[in-house]
């Protein structure tokens, strides 16, 4: 009788210490989501997280907070529309995007300070989308793809996804889960393994080689100028006409006026090795259209300014500095960006 009373003591003991320790490993998980959390997208699922946000030996996560600027706090400000906050994509960190990230982490149950860092972009991508869902979520994923912010997960999202997955070297199911979020948020994928023997030749004309810049979904275009109205020579028209082989317009309203040039085969060449070798997302402001110097190289169509590298606007923490270097690297010869005069939202890389 004695023994049964024992063995029946000692089993519960054993139970209670199992579970007090279950119970302690999940408190004390920092960024463990909440599984009962409302969906913020029409076919997007919450995952519950169960490890901390991981850093990657290539980067880090963005820490985004008052003041910040681009498309990191764009597709910040989205994933807190998913989760049911009021708060306009507009890629500034202002008041009201720093009170509704204060809101989010104490209803996380994480640290309140009003920043985006490992810890609350974790929780804010929270999410898996796949083909078919809808809403803020997906136009986040997007945004760091580099694709039209539509927030439907179509056929080109879907292969947006997956060809970015093979890059980084990720499971390539067209599905945005935690690895492909982290990866999203924290870099761009690394570049492709060099081709096979026999593999196709790279593009040496012009035509071709803008042809295949409209597939690379780490490179976007401005579809409008800083200094006029001219949708017919943005850096979107501009590429799209080049892969068209009709040359890309200048603007009406410039020094040169309105006429028709060939984009740069180098320069052309360069802006894929930027996105191919070295993984730098770009979006391009101009190539030969907006309103220049007299002697401008852009109305040759030798250069092309950016004015977002990794979704960061230049000047307010982009790596310009790498970029520009690497430039010069592959053959600019004129190189502006940051402390030149008229250059401090943009660089500038020129060839001859």
């Known amino acids: 009788m004695r023994k049964n009373v024992r063995s029946l003591l000692l089993q519960s003991l054993t139970a209670a210490l199992l579970a007090a320790s279950a119970l302690s490993a999940v408190s004390t998980t920092g960024d463990q989501a909440s599984a009962s959390a409302k969906e913020g997208a029409h076919g997007a699922t919450n995952t519950a997280r169960i490890t901390t946000w991981p850093v990657l030996k290539t980067g880090a996560s963005p820490v985004l907070k008052t003041g910040s600027q681009g498309t990191a706090v764009r597709t910040a400000q989205h994933l807190l529309a998913a989760r049911g906050y ?12 720093a009170a509704a990230v204060r809101s989010f982490q104490q209803r996380a149950n994480l640290k309140v300070d009003g920043a985006v860092g490992p810890q609350t972009w974790s929780k804010l991508t929270a999410f898996t989308l796949r ?63 060099a081709p096979k023997p026999g593999a196709t030749k790279p593009a040496t004309s012009s035509a071709a080689l803008a042809h295949q810049l409209l597939n690379k979904h780490g490179i976007t275009y401005a579809r409008n100028h800083s200094e006029t109205v001219d949708f017919s020579s943005t850096a979107y028209q501009n590429i799209h006409d080049m892969a068209k082989g009709i040359g890309a317009a200048t603007s009406g309203n410039s020094h040169v006026g309105r006429k028709r040039v060939q984009l740069n085969s180098d320069m052309l060449r360069a802006l894929i090795t930027l996105h191919d070798k070295y993984g730098y997302k770009l979006q391009i402001s101009e190539f030969v259209g ?51 005069p008229g250059h401090n939202t943009h660089i500038h890389c020129a060839w001859k």
């Not at 009021?86 to 995007?97: E, I, L, P, S, W």
């Not at 539509?150 to 997956?162: C, P, Q, S």
């Open 131 to 193: 083909t078919g869902a809808k809403g803020p979520a997906v136009k986040a994923a997007q945004l760091q793809l580099g694709l039209r912010a539509d927030g439907v997960f179509g056929k080109n999202t879907k292969d947006a996804v997956t060809s970015f997955q093979t890059r980084a070297q990720l499971k390539a199911d067209g599905i945005v889960g935690p690895k492909t979020w982290n990866t999203l948020v924290n870099r761009t994928a690394p570049a492709r393994p």
């Open 86 to 97: 009021t708060v306009k994509a507009d890629g500034v960190y202002g008041r009201k995007t």
């Open 290 to 340: 907006g309103v220049h110097g007299k002697n401008s190289r852009h109305y040759r169509g030798l250069s092309f300014d950016a004015n977002y590298i990794n979704g960061v606007h230049v000047g307010s923490g982009a790596p310009h500095k790498n970029v520009m270097k690497l430039c010069t690297t592959l053959g600019a010869t004129e190189v502006r960006g940051p402390g030149d």
